[in-house]
C-alpha cells in the first residue's frame, strides 16, 4: 500500500510546510493565487483586515503537520469478536510501546472502551474499509467517551496556579507572573502546558452576609470524630468551618459566614465526617431551619442515625437599594464602569432593579459612578475608576426594596466576554473554565468570586530564571516564554488574569486508517474519540459512524489535527449531535479536509482561539424537524475567538449565543448554500450571527441559493429565505426578545456573493472603519483582489484527487474566471473542494447499505406526502424515521430524501417523506430503496498526494518549531 513518510521535520506532509517548499511550482499553476501572494512579513489578510481583527491561524494543528512514523512498536493480535479478549489485547500492546505505531490488523475487535493516557504512541489500522473497531460500552470510564487520548492535564484538579501580571498584549510571548514554582519547559512534564484565563466581564453583586448560628449531630457510638458544615450554590462548595473534635460524634458550633455570592434561597447545606469525607448529611436548606437524617455506618455501630440540623442562616446587608428612580448597586469585585455605559442587572433575590424592565434594549444607562479617590460620585459622561465598586442609575420604579445578590456586566460594545445569567446568553454555561471560589483547588485569588470562560492554551518553552537565561526574551525571573503568542486583546489587569495547569499533557499521539464504529455505545451524551490534554496530537484517515453525542471531541488541548476523515450518523437525531466538537478550553485546533453526513452538526466550535476549520464538506444533517435547514457548522457555541472558517462547503455557518459570547471570527472563501442535498423549507438561512458575536468578518464568501435566499438581512432568530440573520436576540434571559446593533456595526462584508441580490458586494459601507475598545477600526481595502487563502500560501498535498486538481482557490469572487462546477455568475468560483469529490464519487459501502425492492401495490402520494412501500421484510423494519434514503426505478418517486414516518407491518413495511406534488403512478416492478448511504471512504483513495512521502523513524515532535510569521 503506498503510504505518506516524511523528514523528521516532516515537512513533506504538512499542508503549510508544502506551501512553503512548493511555492514556486504553484505559482506557474495558479498565477491568481501567486498575484494575490502577501510581501514576505506579512500576513495573508494584510490589506484587508487590521491585527486586532486576525491571527496567526498558519501555526494551527501539529506543529509541521501531520508526521507519519515508520516504527511499529507492537502488533495487536488479529481480532476475536470477543469483547474481553480484544480490548486486553489493545490495552496490552499500547502498554508496551515506548513510542512508535501500534498496528491493528484487518478485521473487526470488539472492545467496551479504549483509553491511551501514554505519548509518542500512535493507533494505525489496515485502513477504513478492513480496520474496524465496534464499541459496546454504555458507561464508558474514558472522560465519558468510549475512545481517549488522554493526560491528566485534563484533570478538573489543578496541579498549580498563579497570577499573571503582565505581558497581556497581542504577540508577546514573555509573561510575568506571580510565580514560576510547578512550571517545566519539557513537554510532557506537568506545568509544560498552561491556561490563560481571567475574570469574565460579569461582576458579582455585593452578597448579603449570612450566618449559621447552629449546628447539632447526633449519633451513637464513642468514636472521636470531626464535622464540619458546608454551603454549597451554583458556584461551588464553602466550608463553614472551623470544625470542632468532640466525643460522642456531637458537635454544637457556632460559626459566621460571609457567603460571597448567593442569597440563603439559593443555598443548600452538607455535613460532612473531615476524617474520611464522607458526606453523612446532604440538602439541609441554609435559608431556615431544617433537618435531614440520613444512615452514617462509618460511626458506632453498623446503621446508626445522624441528625443534622442547621438553624438561622440569615440575610443581612443589601447589595443593591433604591431611593426615588435612583438605583446604587455594589459589586463584588471592581466593575470598571463608565458614566453613560449600559448595564445589565439581574439582583437574584428581589424583583425590580432588572434590567428586562428596561424594554427598550434590556440595559440600563450609568448615571454615576463611585470615585475612590476622593469618595465622591462622578457623573461626566465617560468617566471611570478601575477601583470603582459601585454605580447608579436611573430606573422605571420607585420604592423598590433593598435586594442582595445577583451579577451585572457593562456592555463594552466590544468583545464582550459574558456567561449569560445577566441575559447575555440564552443558557448560561459555568462548565467551560475554571469557577471562582473553585472547590478543586485551583488556588484562585482569596475572596474571588467569577466565571473565567475566555482561554488560550499555550505550552512553556522557557522559565526564566533572570535576565537572558535561559531564552534571551527573559528579562527577570517570575517569566516564562511561551510558544505561540498572546491572541486575544482584551488581558488586562482588573480583570485578575491568571495562569493555571494540571498534569502532564500527552503529546504526539494519533490514530489513522480505521474505522470507529459506535452503534453500540449507548449512554447518555457520551463521545466517541476524545482528544483530552493532548499537545501534538491528530486523527487521520479514520471513519467514525453513529456516534452518541460526537464523533471526536477535543477537550482542553492544543495544536490538534482532525483531518482527512468521514463521518456518518448519530443517535439522536437532535440537536446535541456532532461530527466534531471543540469544547473547554482549545486553541490553535485544525480541522480540515473532513467529510460530514447525515450529522445535525457536522462541527460544533464550542470553545477554541486561534484555531482553523478549512476545507470540511457537510450534507444532509439527518435533524428530528426534516424540513428544517440545519447551518452544519457552528463557529461558536460557548466561548470561541480570533478563529477562521475558510473553503467550507456546508449549508450554512452558524454564530450562536447559546451558552456564551464570541467575538472576531473570520469567515473566509466559503460556500454557504443556505440549502441542503436534502431540500429543506424552513429556516433557509446561509449565515446567522447572534447577539454579542462582535468584530466577523466576513470575506469572500459565496451566500445563499438563487431562490431560496430572497431577502438580505434579518434580525430575527430563525428566519427563512434570508441570507443573514444578524444581531437576534437571546432565546431566553433579560435580553430576550432585543436585538443587539453592535453585531452590525462591527461586523466587516467585503467581497460576498449574495444569492438576494445576485452580485458580489465590494461595499464601502461594509468596513467598520471606527473601532471599539479592544476591536480597532479597519481600514476599506485599497483592491477587490482576494489571497486564495488566509493560513496557507499554496494548495495543500492532499488537494490532487483522483477526479482532478480542483480550482485553487475553490470559492469566492475572482473576477474573470469561469467556474467548472455550478458558480451562479460569471466572476465566481464556486468548484468542488476535494472533500466534496470524495464524498460525491466514493461508492456507498455495502457492508452497511442494503437495497431493498419496493412495491407499487402499497405505495401512494397524498397531500404532500409520498409513502413507500418494501416489497418484502422479516422482523422489524429497516428504515428508521429521519434516514436519508435513496430511491431509485419508481418513476416520480425517485430521489433524495429524509424519511418523515415508518409504518406497516412485517412483510408490508412502508416509510413516508415529503414530496411536493403527486408524482403519478409508481412504477410496477425493480424499484428499490438504498439505506443508509454510507461511503465507502478512504482517504488514501480520496487523496492520493497526501500519502507518499520518503522514509523516516518515529518522530518526537515538532513542538519548538518557531511560529510561522
Known sequence: MKRRETSDKRQEASPRSFARLSTLVSCLLVLVSCLSLPAFGQYPWSGILTSSRAANWSIAGVWGGVPYVTTVCATVAAPTGVEATDTANINSAVSSCTGGVVMLQAGTYQVGDLQVSKSNVVLRGNGPLSTFIDFNSSSPDCATSAFCFMGSGNSETYAGSTSWTAGFAPGSTLLTLGSTSGLSSTLGNSGSVVTLDQRDDDAPVVPAPASISSVTVNTTGSSTCTYEIQAVSPWGTLEVGPSDTVTNCAVTPNNTIAWNRFAASSMTCNLYETVSGREVASGVACGGSGTASVTDTGQGSAGSPVAATVVGLTESVASATGSGTAATVTTEVPDGLAVGQGVAVVTGTVAGYESADDTSRALWTVSAVWNPNNSTWDTTSGDSYSASTEFQYLEINTGLADSGGGEIVGDNGSLLVSYGSTGTTSEGDSGVGRVCPDSADAQCTTGEVSYRDAQEVHKVVAVCTGAGTPASECQ???????????????????????????????????????????????????????????YDCWAKNIRGLYAERNNVWVQRSAHVTIEDSYFFGDQSYASEAYGIELYNGNSTILVQNDICQHIPNCIMNGTSVDSVVAYNYAADPGYDTPDWLMPLINANHDFAFYDLFEGNDSAGINIDNVHGTAGVSTLFRNRMRGQDWVSKTNSLVALSIGAFNRGINVVGNVLGTPGAETSDIADSIEPSGYVYSLNASTEGGEYAGTTDPDVTSSLLRWGNWDASVGAVQFSSSMIPTTGSAYIGANAVPANEILPASFFLAAPPAWWETPWGFPAWPPIGPDPGVVSSWDAPASGIRDDAIPAQLCWRYTPLDTSFDTAYAVAASGSAWSSGTATVELSSSAGSNPIATYDTVSVQGFGGYDGVYEVTAVGGASGAWTFSYALASNPGSPSASGATVTDPLIRAFNAETCYPGDFSGAASSFIEGNEDEAPID
Open 476 to 534: 527577570s525571573t517570575n517569566q516564562i516564554v511561551i510558544g505561540s503568542p498572546v491572541v486575544l486583546p482584551n488581558w488586562r489587569a482588573s480583570q485578575n488574569p491568571g495562569v493555571w495547569w494540571g498534569g502532564a499533557y500527552v503529546i504526539n499521539d494519533g490514530i489513522e486508517d480505521m474505522t470507529l464504529d459506535f452503534k453500540n455505545q449507548g449512554g447518555d451524551g457520551n463521545g466517541g474519540l476524545v482528544f483530552a490534554g493532548c
